[in-house]
Protein backbone atom coordinates (compact mmCIF):
# COMPACT_ATOMS: atom_id res chain seq x y z
CA UNK A 1 0.00 0.00 0.00
CA UNK A 2 1.08 3.86 -0.74
CA UNK A 3 0.63 6.59 2.16
CA UNK A 4 1.44 10.18 1.48
CA UNK A 5 2.74 12.07 4.51
CA UNK A 6 2.40 15.61 3.89
CA UNK A 7 4.81 18.20 6.42
CA UNK A 8 3.56 21.48 7.94
CA UNK A 9 0.69 22.90 6.14
CA UNK A 10 0.70 26.78 6.42
CA UNK A 11 -1.79 29.60 6.24
CA UNK A 12 -4.70 29.08 3.70
CA UNK A 13 -2.38 29.36 0.44
CA UNK A 14 -1.42 25.67 1.16
CA UNK A 15 -4.75 24.55 2.03
CA UNK A 16 -5.84 26.25 -1.25
CA UNK A 17 -3.29 24.46 -3.09
CA UNK A 18 -3.84 20.87 -1.56
CA UNK A 19 -7.81 21.51 -2.06
CA UNK A 20 -6.88 22.01 -5.85
CA UNK A 21 -4.20 19.07 -6.20
CA UNK A 22 -4.50 16.48 -3.50
CA UNK A 23 -7.22 14.23 -5.14
CA UNK A 24 -5.19 14.41 -8.46
CA UNK A 25 -2.42 13.38 -6.60
CA UNK A 26 -4.00 10.27 -4.96
CA UNK A 27 -5.25 8.85 -8.50
CA UNK A 28 -1.77 9.69 -9.78
CA UNK A 29 0.18 7.85 -7.22
CA UNK A 30 -2.56 5.41 -6.31
CA UNK A 31 -2.36 6.50 -2.33
CA UNK A 32 -4.40 4.59 -0.03
CA UNK A 33 -3.98 6.93 2.69
CA UNK A 34 -2.67 10.22 3.19
CA UNK A 35 -1.86 11.70 6.72
CA UNK A 36 -1.18 15.81 7.10
CA UNK A 37 0.43 17.93 9.99
CA UNK A 38 -1.75 20.85 10.22
CA UNK A 39 -0.06 22.81 13.42
CA UNK A 40 0.40 25.93 11.49
CA UNK A 41 -2.83 25.89 8.63
CA UNK A 42 -4.12 28.90 10.45
CA UNK A 43 -2.97 31.65 9.92
CA UNK A 44 -0.08 30.15 9.44
CA UNK A 45 0.55 29.44 13.55
CA UNK A 46 -2.59 26.80 15.12
CA UNK A 47 -5.36 24.97 13.31
CA UNK A 48 -9.13 26.46 13.69
CA UNK A 49 -12.04 24.51 12.98
CA UNK A 50 -12.71 25.75 9.78
CA UNK A 51 -9.29 25.14 8.60
CA UNK A 52 -9.57 21.26 9.47
CA UNK A 53 -12.23 20.33 8.11
CA UNK A 54 -11.19 22.43 5.00
CA UNK A 55 -8.39 19.56 4.93
CA UNK A 56 -10.15 16.80 5.61
CA UNK A 57 -12.96 17.41 3.23
CA UNK A 58 -9.56 18.37 0.41
CA UNK A 59 -9.35 14.82 0.82
CA UNK A 60 -7.02 14.42 4.29
CA UNK A 61 -7.26 11.42 6.23
CA UNK A 62 -5.47 12.43 9.85
CA UNK A 63 -4.11 15.53 10.72
CA UNK A 64 -1.26 15.47 13.17
CA UNK A 65 0.20 18.28 14.83
CA UNK A 66 2.68 20.06 17.81
CA UNK A 67 3.61 22.51 19.66
CA UNK A 68 0.80 25.37 18.23
CA UNK A 69 -2.47 23.21 18.49
CA UNK A 70 -3.84 25.34 21.31
CA UNK A 71 -3.37 28.79 19.48
CA UNK A 72 -6.90 29.17 18.63
CA UNK A 73 -9.38 28.10 21.69
CA UNK A 74 -12.14 26.80 19.14
CA UNK A 75 -10.12 23.95 18.07
CA UNK A 76 -10.41 22.77 21.63
CA UNK A 77 -13.76 21.15 21.93
CA UNK A 78 -13.45 19.84 18.41
CA UNK A 79 -11.02 17.13 19.51
CA UNK A 80 -13.81 15.57 21.81
CA UNK A 81 -15.49 15.31 18.20
CA UNK A 82 -13.34 14.62 15.61
CA UNK A 83 -11.22 11.45 16.37
CA UNK A 84 -9.09 12.10 13.08
CA UNK A 85 -6.94 15.47 14.53
CA UNK A 86 -4.19 13.91 16.55
CA UNK A 87 -2.49 15.62 19.32
CA UNK A 88 0.70 14.86 20.63
CA UNK A 89 0.88 11.87 22.91
CA UNK A 90 3.20 12.50 24.98
CA UNK A 91 1.41 15.86 26.16
CA UNK A 92 -0.20 15.55 29.51
CA UNK A 93 -2.72 12.94 29.83
CA UNK A 94 -5.39 15.13 30.68
CA UNK A 95 -5.10 17.39 27.51
CA UNK A 96 -8.32 17.21 25.41
CA UNK A 97 -8.17 14.55 22.19
CA UNK A 98 -5.96 11.55 21.78
CA UNK A 99 -2.60 10.96 20.73
CA UNK A 100 -3.22 8.35 18.18
CA UNK A 101 -5.67 6.98 15.65
CA UNK A 102 -6.36 3.66 13.69
CA UNK A 103 -8.36 4.59 10.63
CA UNK A 104 -9.40 2.22 7.39
CA UNK A 105 -7.48 2.73 4.02
CA UNK A 106 -8.97 2.86 0.38
CA UNK A 107 -7.87 -1.22 0.35
CA UNK A 108 -9.67 -1.45 4.14
CA UNK A 109 -5.94 -2.07 5.74
CA UNK A 110 -6.16 -0.07 9.10
CA UNK A 111 -3.46 2.43 9.50
CA UNK A 112 -3.02 3.62 12.90
CA UNK A 113 -0.75 6.85 13.02
CA UNK A 114 0.76 7.97 16.30
CA UNK A 115 1.85 11.75 17.02
CA UNK A 116 4.69 12.52 19.35
CA UNK A 117 7.12 15.36 20.16
CA UNK A 118 10.43 15.86 21.10
CA UNK A 119 11.61 17.44 24.07
CA UNK A 120 14.90 19.35 22.67
CA UNK A 121 14.22 23.09 22.46
CA UNK A 122 10.56 22.31 22.56
CA UNK A 123 9.21 22.43 25.95
CA UNK A 124 9.03 20.42 28.72
CA UNK A 125 6.86 17.17 27.97
CA UNK A 126 6.62 13.47 28.74
CA UNK A 127 9.23 11.32 27.47
CA UNK A 128 8.28 10.67 23.88
CA UNK A 129 10.24 7.09 23.94
CA UNK A 130 8.67 5.97 26.85
CA UNK A 131 4.99 7.41 25.45
CA UNK A 132 5.83 5.48 22.14
CA UNK A 133 6.26 2.53 24.31
CA UNK A 134 3.62 2.18 26.26
CA UNK A 135 1.28 3.79 23.27
CA UNK A 136 2.22 0.90 20.62
CA UNK A 137 1.08 -1.76 23.19
CA UNK A 138 -2.82 -0.51 22.32
CA UNK A 139 -2.11 0.37 18.99
CA UNK A 140 -0.66 -2.96 18.16
CA UNK A 141 -4.04 -4.90 18.56
CA UNK A 142 -5.52 -2.01 15.47
CA UNK A 143 -3.10 -3.71 12.94
CA UNK A 144 0.26 -3.97 11.92
CA UNK A 145 0.39 -0.51 9.73
CA UNK A 146 1.86 2.41 11.90
CA UNK A 147 2.96 5.75 10.81
CA UNK A 148 4.73 7.34 13.21
CA UNK A 149 5.01 11.71 13.23
CA UNK A 150 7.69 13.06 15.65
CA UNK A 151 7.38 16.86 15.97
CA UNK A 152 10.50 18.07 16.86
CA UNK A 153 13.29 20.28 16.41
CA UNK A 154 16.73 18.30 16.91
CA UNK A 155 17.95 16.20 14.47
CA UNK A 156 19.66 14.04 16.67
CA UNK A 157 16.06 13.76 18.67
CA UNK A 158 14.34 12.38 15.60
CA UNK A 159 17.07 10.20 14.38
CA UNK A 160 17.61 8.36 17.68
CA UNK A 161 13.46 7.57 17.76
CA UNK A 162 13.70 6.28 13.87
CA UNK A 163 16.26 4.09 15.48
CA UNK A 164 14.22 3.30 18.85
CA UNK A 165 11.07 2.43 16.46
CA UNK A 166 12.69 0.75 13.87
CA UNK A 167 11.09 -2.65 13.46
CA UNK A 168 8.23 -1.98 15.45
CA UNK A 169 6.42 0.75 13.48
CA UNK A 170 5.84 1.11 9.33
CA UNK A 171 7.30 4.53 9.50
CA UNK A 172 9.09 7.67 11.73
CA UNK A 173 8.74 11.11 9.36
CA UNK A 174 9.08 14.21 11.23
CA UNK A 175 8.24 17.03 11.30
CA UNK A 176 7.87 21.33 12.44
CA UNK A 177 11.02 22.71 11.02
CA UNK A 178 9.16 23.16 7.45
CA UNK A 179 12.78 22.34 5.96
CA UNK A 180 12.95 19.07 3.96
CA UNK A 181 15.80 17.19 4.78
CA UNK A 182 17.18 14.36 2.11
CA UNK A 183 17.55 11.40 4.38
CA UNK A 184 15.05 9.06 3.76
CA UNK A 185 15.77 5.51 3.73
CA UNK A 186 14.41 2.21 5.11
CA UNK A 187 15.90 0.92 8.08
CA UNK A 188 17.03 -2.48 8.70
CA UNK A 189 14.19 -3.60 10.58
CA UNK A 190 11.67 -2.40 7.73
CA UNK A 191 11.36 1.14 8.92
CA UNK A 192 11.25 3.88 6.40
CA UNK A 193 12.54 7.55 8.09
CA UNK A 194 12.94 11.02 7.20
CA UNK A 195 13.84 13.44 9.62
CA UNK A 196 11.83 16.36 8.20
CA UNK A 197 9.07 15.86 6.01
CA UNK A 198 9.34 19.70 5.03
CA UNK A 199 5.99 22.03 4.45
CA UNK A 200 3.51 22.69 2.34
CA UNK A 201 3.53 26.42 2.22
CA UNK A 202 4.34 29.70 -0.12
CA UNK A 203 8.09 28.43 -1.20
CA UNK A 204 9.51 32.56 -1.20
CA UNK A 205 9.31 32.86 2.23
CA UNK A 206 11.25 32.16 5.57
CA UNK A 207 9.57 29.19 6.54
CA UNK A 208 6.16 29.88 5.07
CA UNK A 209 6.15 33.31 6.65
CA UNK A 210 7.06 36.78 4.98
CA UNK A 211 10.52 37.36 4.86
CA UNK A 212 10.39 40.82 5.08
CA UNK A 213 9.00 40.54 8.38
CA UNK A 214 11.08 37.96 9.56
CA UNK A 215 14.77 39.56 8.48
CA UNK A 216 13.28 42.76 10.19
CA UNK A 217 12.65 40.76 13.68
CA UNK A 218 16.74 39.05 13.13
CA UNK A 219 17.97 42.43 12.26
CA UNK A 220 16.64 44.40 15.57
CA UNK A 221 15.18 41.89 17.92
CA UNK A 222 11.87 43.60 18.10
CA UNK A 223 8.45 42.44 17.85
CA UNK A 224 6.81 41.49 14.80
CA UNK A 225 3.64 39.96 13.59
CA UNK A 226 4.40 37.38 11.16
CA UNK A 227 2.48 36.76 8.30
CA UNK A 228 2.31 33.73 5.53
CA UNK A 229 3.87 35.07 2.90
CA UNK A 230 1.94 35.22 -0.42
CA UNK A 231 3.06 33.74 -3.79
CA UNK A 232 3.63 30.30 -5.18
CA UNK A 233 2.94 26.97 -3.16
CA UNK A 234 5.19 24.09 -2.65
CA UNK A 235 4.10 20.99 -1.01
CA UNK A 236 6.70 18.69 0.71
CA UNK A 237 6.19 15.40 2.50
CA UNK A 238 7.03 11.84 1.86
CA UNK A 239 5.45 8.79 -0.06
CA UNK A 240 5.82 5.67 2.00
CA UNK A 241 5.61 1.77 0.18
CA UNK A 242 4.40 -0.54 3.38
CA UNK A 243 3.39 -4.32 2.81
CA UNK A 244 0.15 -4.09 4.76
CA UNK A 245 0.56 -7.80 5.86
CA UNK A 246 3.82 -7.32 7.93
CA UNK A 247 3.91 -3.81 8.02
CA UNK A 248 6.97 -3.47 6.83
CA UNK A 249 8.29 -0.53 4.48
CA UNK A 250 10.06 -1.67 1.22
CA UNK A 251 10.45 1.88 -0.02
CA UNK A 252 10.12 5.70 0.65
CA UNK A 253 10.44 8.81 -1.67
CA UNK A 254 10.53 12.22 -1.26
CA UNK A 255 7.63 14.38 -2.50
CA UNK A 256 8.34 18.26 -3.75
CA UNK A 257 5.99 19.66 -6.01
CA UNK A 258 5.34 23.35 -6.90
CA UNK A 259 1.97 24.78 -7.37
CA UNK A 260 1.12 28.49 -8.58
CA UNK A 261 -0.20 31.02 -6.08
CA UNK A 262 -3.93 30.68 -5.15
Given at each position: MRILFLGDIVGRPARRA????????????????????????????????????????AG?????????????????????????????????ADCP???????????????????????????????????????????????????VDMHGEATSEKVAMGWYLDGRVSA???????????????LPGGTAYLTDAGMCGPIDSVIGMRKDEVLRRFRNQMPVRFEVAPGPVILQGAILEIDPASGRASGIRRLQEMQPPC
Open positions: LRGRLRELRKEEALDFVIANGENAAGGKGLDVDSAEELFDIDVITSGNHIWQHKQIVPYFEREPRLLRPANFAGSGWVARPARDGTQVAVLNLIGRVFMGSFDCPFRRADSALKAIAREGRVIVVVGSHTHVQTADERV
